[in-house]
């Protein structure tokens, strides 16, 4: 006959009960130690580390275009990384000013980078997000203008060189682009801030790197 345990209050506990907490116990104090483990923390710390200083070099690159950063963009691409938008593919050295080029074209521009997904592998890492971009053709809202905004994804490569976080190569998929009429910032709404035209000596830009 199994003999039953009463070792406090009126509970019963069984023999193999006791073995069942015993082992969750154990798992629990393994857990706990290395959760407190110096090395395992460190491991943990530096990867979060790297994947902020990954989402740093996307955000880089937006405000690099939305304020004509041509400093900016430098720290957003290696020199030799294999970009491909389609239409232009080659090497970042060549894209750079032809992408700053196009920026310029427009009054007003805005990038939009979301939902960043990240896997490491030592001194690389595979990195996808979602855009959205708008641009318009004047500076201001009157007349309005054409707003045209277009959504897709950045498939990227980054590479740790130096200690350096960059993106080694990118592709941009589109997925639809759309055009509406913006609304003039006049009457009560000429109250609001507007940013007027924008570059890196916009009294309000901080590079913010």
């Not at 706990?32 to 070099?57: N, Y």
């Not at 990240?118 to 707003?147: C, F, K, Q, R, W």
């Not at 045209?148 to 590479?159: A, C, I, M, N, T």
């Not at 609304?183 to 009294?203: F, K």
Request: hydrophobic share 40%.
């Amino acid at each position: 006959m199994t003999k039953l345990y009463k070792p406090c209050g009126t509970t019963i506990f069984h023999p193999q009960e006791i073995a069942i907490r015993f082992h969750r116990w154990e798992m629990r104090m393994l857990d706990a130690s290395i959760e407190f483990c110096p090395e395992i923390i460190e491991s943990r710390l530096k990867h979060l580390e790297d994947k902020d200083s990954i989402i740093s070099v996307m955000n880089r690159y937006s405000r690099a275009l939305d304020w004509l950063d041509d400093r900016l963009i430098e720290d957003v691409f290696f020199d030799d990384a294999q970009i491909d938008y389609g239409f232009f593919k080659g090497k970042a050295s060549e894209f750079r000013p032809i992408l700053m080029e196009v920026e310029r074209t427009s009054g007003r521009r805005w990038h939009f980078t979301a939902q960043v997904s990240i896997e490491l592998d030592g001194d690389v890492a595979h990195a996808s997000a979602y855009n959205l971009s708008m641009a318009a053709d004047t500076v201001g809202s009157t007349p309005p203008a054409a707003l045209g905004s277009f959504f897709g994804y950045y498939v990227d490569r980054f590479e740790r060189r130096d200690g350096v976080w960059n993106i080694a190569a990118r592709r941009h998929l589109l997925i639809a682009g759309t055009q509406w009429q913006e609304i003039e910032i006049t009457g009560p709404l000429a109250a609001l801030n507007t940013i007027g035209a924008t570059s890196s000596d916009h009294p309000h830009y901080r590079r913010m790197a």
